[in-house]
């Protein structure tokens, strides 16, 4: 399932990599909307890069180990192992394939590429005398796999009366008692605190920066990094009781599948990554214990940690546990790949929570997509072929209207690919590209070239290719600008254009020459193809 976007492009070797990773994701269930909202915003910011002509690596994957995926294979009837293998291949790579998803590699936490390694970077952990035997005493929530602080917990009601409850599964903790190993995190505090403040724009959002610095200002305690009481894990080398606490075993995904202690020179131009994206609910694992790691193995330490909100549906976070998942293929058959690709991206500033409704997705669905954009090209192309027979006519005849679209899509271009490339901000790129789609089409309406088009005059003429040459390279520019986003629809609509013939792959086009007026030469061959956004038809009905 790898991509071939960075081979394609030919990137040079020493180069260092745009390297972007999602969580790896807990196989105890299927994935639903939240796992894939992460997932498709990494592979929107990494297509990006790419078309930027940048080396990228993206990485994903699925976290294998620990006491909840034991507990839910033995309910199933399975082996941890054959559970594991039954999700991912049946549930979770067939469902990135859906939805388009070009990560470079797919990293799994059984595999031996990550387990051996593992146990070499605690054994030099312990080596080092980072490590250290001791006793511990605590709630502990399997859903979380995490010991909690008793300030943390919430006081159960009903059925839970007289509980003390996770905070995120509202479900009681139980109490565990264990001798473990322990990896010194309380001594890294102030390294940490002096790291935040050197690197202010290390974890993102603003307000999840400041909720993790005023948590590592309260003091750390030391962090328990194994477990004795099952065994569904990676035995700790030197003493094989013991199994690697699974979120100490998971962050080192990151390292292990880039070839640490493996392959050097994958390693060195790859590692560390510059973007890890995680859910809030798992900020302090990858902003404090992940980068503490790194720290006490003299590693580099990540460029930025970027937490997305969570997906709310009747006001409680998207899970299982809250059984208010749904399945991304519940969206897709209805409105399409490329649409919820767009949507969730679009509707929802990433770094918020956001509520999903299906009556907001069909009004966006209906205003942006197939009204604004799907209808814009379906007009431009029809009016090429009327009026010129097909063949894309030179523009001779610009004035002021023509100049304010040439200024609006150099803004749209700049906005775009700072907010997206840049900031993160994949609605404001989204946004950016959209004001222009409304700008072209405010600029057909006044210009009127169907009016135009009753002058048969030479001038006349001149007026109305110039109206549609500028229409339609217009959209050639869009194409490219929202090909990470919706790679599907730029491409139908890149062959409608004309634009493979004329200039080339669409993958190859760059973002920051898409407002280099002109790219789309006189004479390609503008057809009318597939409507890009069909109307949607009324899920009761169908």
Not at 3 to 18: C, D, M, N, P, Y
Not at 108 to 122: G, K, N
Not at 249 to 259: E, I, K
Not at 361 to 381: I, M, Q
Request: charged letters at 25%.
């Amino acid at each position: 399932m790898a991509a071939t976007g960075s081979e394609k492009q030919g990137a040079s070797e020493g180069v260092k990599a745009f390297y972007v990773s999602t969580p790896i994701y807990y196989v105890n269930d299927a994935p639903h909307l939240g796992h894939a909202y992460t997932t498709v915003a990494g592979d929107v910011l990494t297509r990006w890069h790419r078309q930027r002509g940048e080396k990228v690596w993206y990485l994903t994957g699925t976290d294998e180990h620990g006491q909840k995926i034991m507990r839910t294979a033995e309910a199933n009837g399975v082996s941890p192992q054959e559970w594991c293998d039954k999700l991912v291949e049946e549930a979770w790579k067939p469902l990135w394939e859906h939805l388009e998803i070009a990560n470079d590699d797919f990293i799994r936490t059984t595999e031996r590429r990550h387990t051996d390694r593992v146990q070499e970077f605690v054994q030099d952990l312990y080596d080092k005398g980072e490590i250290y035997k001791g006793g511990y005493e605590g709630p502990y929530c399997v859903g979380c796999e995490e010991y909690k602080l008793p300030g943390e917990l919430l006081d159960g009601e009903g059925d839970y009366a007289g509980q003390k409850l996770c905070p995120v599964h509202k479900k009681p903790v139980e109490i565990l008692k264990e001798e473990n190993y322990f990896f010194k995190l309380s001594e890294y505090g102030p390294k940490l605190l002096e790291f935040y403040a050197s690197n202010p724009g290390f974890i993102q959002p603003e307000s999840a920066r400041n909720e993790v610095v005023n948590f590592v200002k309260q003091g750390l305690q030391d962090l328990s990094i194994s477990r004795s009481t099952f065994d569904w894990g990676i035995p700790i080398p030197w003493d094989e009781k013991h199994v690697i606490y699974v979120w100490v075993d998971a962050l080192l995904n990151y390292a292990t599948a880039v070839g640490y202690n493996e392959n050097p020179a994958k390693f060195e131009e790859t590692f560390p990554a510059n973007v890890h994206l995680v859910g809030k609910d798992i900020l302090r694992f990858h902003a404090i214990i992940w980068p503490a790691m790194l720290m006490a193995q003299g590693l580099p330490v990540p460029g930025k940690i970027a937490a997305n909100g969570w997906l709310m549906v009747g006001g409680e976070k998207m899970s299982k546990s809250n059984l208010t998942g749904i399945k991304p293929q519940d969206l897709t058959s209805h409105f399409g790949v490329d649409a919820y690709r767009w949507y969730f991206l679009r509707a929802i500033a990433f770094g918020q929570d956001g509520s999903f409704s299906w009556e907001d997705f069909t009004a966006r669905y209906t205003s942006e997509l197939a009204n604004d954009y799907g209808n814009l090209a379906s007009r431009v192309a029809a009016m090429v072929g009327k009026y010129f027979d097909g063949a894309l006519p030179e523009a001779t005849a610009n004035g002021e209207a023509e100049k304010k679209i040439h200024e609006g899509l150099a803004k749209a271009v700049a906005e775009a690919d700072r907010k997206i490339g840049e900031e993160l901000d994949f609605q404001g790129g989204i946004l950016a590209i959209f004001d222009f789609v409304k700008q072209v089409n405010g600029y057909i309406t006044e210009q009127e070239p169907w009016k135009v088009a009753k002058d048969e005059s030479e001038q006349g003429r001149a007026r109305l290719a110039t109206i549609l040459y500028t229409a339609a390279e217009s959209l050639r520019a869009v194409a490219v600008l929202l090909n990470p986003v919706m790679p599907d629809t730029s491409q139908q609509l890149w062959d409608s254009l004309g634009a493979e013939a004329s200039v080339g792959a669409l993958a190859d086009q760059r973002v920051q020459d898409a407002a280099s007026w002109g790219g789309l030469p006189t004479g390609s061959t503008v057809t009318k193809g597939a409507v890009l956004f069909p109307r949607l038809e009324d899920p009761k009905k169908a």
